[in-house]
């Protein structure tokens, strides 16, 4: 009787009889839900000619490839000029005037845990329809992860302007690239995304 118990109590220490790979999960094992919405204009665009997808397109499946997150792609109602300048012309003045056009489809971004924010940079900020989209959503507790292509200018400010409108969401450090290189150099783009993921922690 003695010696039965005393196996059973070392069974119970070594572990023995359990599946090899049960074990409990600690909260660092458990997967993230990761979100990539992204918005991106096709069309003539800025030394890449006319394209079919966009570069912040480009980036952002690079993202969700490497994340293994959900794309979502924001799509304004009314589409922007094709031809640069007149699409220039009407960001702009949608900037100055704060405009929030109306945006195609929804998803919700309160399932997700991690959340990545892609953009072109359009004079300095982030295209309108980004901001429609934020505005719609409840982003507290968040992780966010802001990245953008752009053709000199980086960032912008744009890091703060999204921390300041998804409220209660912790920003991250976030990634630019220029828009000609995601367009035409894509395995050097794929290396940057992936070393920036890395970075972060988010690299599947
Ligand atoms: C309306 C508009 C405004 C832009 N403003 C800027 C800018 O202020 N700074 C900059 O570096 N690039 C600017 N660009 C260039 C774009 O950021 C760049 O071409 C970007 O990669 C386009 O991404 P997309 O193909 O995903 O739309 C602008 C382009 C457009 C169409």
Redesign the pocket.
């Known amino acids: 009787m003695r010696k039965a118990t005393f196996a059973l109590l070392l069974a119970a220490l070594i572990g023995w009889g359990l599946p090899a790979r049960a074990r409990i999960k600690t909260d660092q094992d458990m997967e993230k839900k990761v979100l990539v919405v992204f918005f ?3 069309g003539e ?4 000619g006319r ?1 079919v997808k ?4 480009i980036v952002a499946e690079m993202i969700a490839q490497g994340t293994g997150g959900k794309l979502f792609e924001i799509v304004p109602e009314k589409d922007y000029p094709q031809t ?1 300048n007149e ?2 012309a009407e ?2 003045q949608e900037k100055e005037s704060a405009a929030r056009p109306a945006v195609k489809g929804d998803i919700a971004v309160e399932d997700y845990e991690v959340v990545f924010v892609g953009y ?5 900020d982030m295209p309108m329809p980004v901001y429609s989209f934020i505005e719609k959503h409840d982003w507290n507790g968040k992780q966010v992860y802001p990245f ?7 960032l ?1 400010e744009t890091e703060k302007y999204i921390a300041g409108a998804c409220k209660g969401a912790t920003v991250g450090k976030g990634l630019a690239v ?2 000609t290189m ?1 367009q035409k150099s894509q395995d050097q783009t794929r290396k940057s995304v992936q070393s920036w993921l890395e970075k972060v922690g988010l690299a599947k």
């Open positions: 991106s204009h096709t665009n800025y030394g890449v394209i966009g570069n912040t397109h640069y699409c220039v960001a702009r072109p940079n359009w004079w300095g953008c292509t752009h053709e000199g200018s980086g912008s220029k828009g995601a």
